[in-house]
């Protein structure tokens, strides 16, 4: 997925994500959290302007908080892969 992002965009692959559901939902739904969690600065930000949903903040997102936003998801996702590495290494 980081692959997706950066050659179609943090938004494409959201709605990509969002649109599918299924595991891609379930990969959205955890960095929805994830973001939500540990973004409360930019998140707040935009749910004060009256942005409630998620897909709602990205579209309206500046070009800073989303570059920060799209590095934050590039590396959480790479750390997840890493993590189901090692568990299917497991088993």
């Not at 959480?76 to 090692?86: E, K, P």
Request: charged share 20%.
């Amino acid at each position: 997925m980081p692959a997706m992002i950066q050659v179609n965009g943090l938004g494409q692959v959201f709605a990509f994500c969002f649109a599918k559901k299924g595991v891609y939902g379930h990969i959205f739904e955890q960095i929805e959290g994830w973001i939500r969690e540990h973004h409360h600065s930019i998140m707040n930000k935009y749910t004060n302007q009256g942005h409630k949903d998620f897909m709602s903040i990205m579209v309206n997102m500046e070009s800073r908080d989303y570059r920060i936003i799209m590095a934050e998801t590039i590396a959480l996702l790479l750390w997840m892969s890493r993590f189901a590495d090692g568990i299917v290494k497991e088993d």
